[in-house]
């Protein structure tokens, strides 16, 4: 069955730093994935989207993630973290559901943004 | 314009009583769907209809009846409503499914 593990329910960067939230996958057959970001008391706003094209995909804000298959991957990353950033982001995989498909959604990671 | 609005975005009732969630959107997306986000933030496929019909329904208690009753509109009906139906219920539509589009959620607290 399809799913997506998040490492780490909680990461914290200061501003200007590297941000890197862990995503890992699981998929018996070539998966589609998705980075979603929910800031504080809102709805959920796609990031970015893998469907197996190239495996370096470039989202919103500046964040990116690369897609990859032998790690069983899909790190979000952006160069320099800024105070905007901080929100909970959510790694997705869509998995086929009856003649449709569905989201499934890993817990979640918080990113802090420290000044 | 809101693309997916969720009415009302605060419920607050007690046990055993029944309440309704409304969705509507405006992107002209035949799929809509209800997620369900618990406390600790974890986010669960509820329901998904395609065109006024439903394609998805994950083992979601009786209680709980999605009406579609046009493919811009989705509203929840709870029945009999339980301490564990506390949650953010997230409304949501797309054209196909890779390109989901939020609303802004309903949190229900059930006391």
């Known amino acids: 069955a399809q799913s997506v593990t998040q490492l780490g329910s909680h990461v914290s960067v200061s501003e200007g730093a590297l941000v890197l939230l862990r995503c890992n996958y699981s998929?018996?057959?070539?998966?589609?994935l998705f980075w979603y970001v929910q800031y504080p008391n809102q709805g959920l706003q796609l990031l970015l989207k893998y469907t197996s094209a190239a495996t370096l995909v470039k989202g919103i804000n500046g964040f990116e993630a690369e897609f990859k298959k032998s790690e069983t991957s899909f790190h979000l990353t952006k160069p320099s973290a800024h105070m905007s950033d901080a929100a909970e982001y959510f790694c997705a995989v869509s998995v086929p559901r009856g003649g449709s498909e569905k989201l499934v959604f890993g817990k979640g990671t918080k990113l802090t943004v420290n000044p | 314009d809101t693309a997916v609005s969720q009415t009302p975005k605060y419920l607050v009732t007690q046990m055993g009583n029944d309440k309704s969630i409304k969705c509507e959107q405006n992107l002209g997306h035949d799929t809509m769907y209800w997620y369900k986000q618990d406390s600790k933030k974890f986010l669960k496929i509820m329901f998904s209809?395609?065109?006024?019909?439903?394609?998805i329904n994950e083992t979601v208690p009786n209680r709980f009846s999605p009406k579609s009753p046009d493919k811009a509109h989705l509203n929840l009906h709870i029945n009999s409503l339980e301490l564990g139906d506390s949650a953010v219920y997230f409304c949501a539509s797309s054209q196909g499914p890779r390109n989901l589009f939020f609303g802004e959620g309903s949190r229900l607290t059930v006391l």
């Open positions: 998929s018996s057959v070539p998966p589609y």
């Open positions: 209809y395609n065109n006024k019909e439903l394609i």
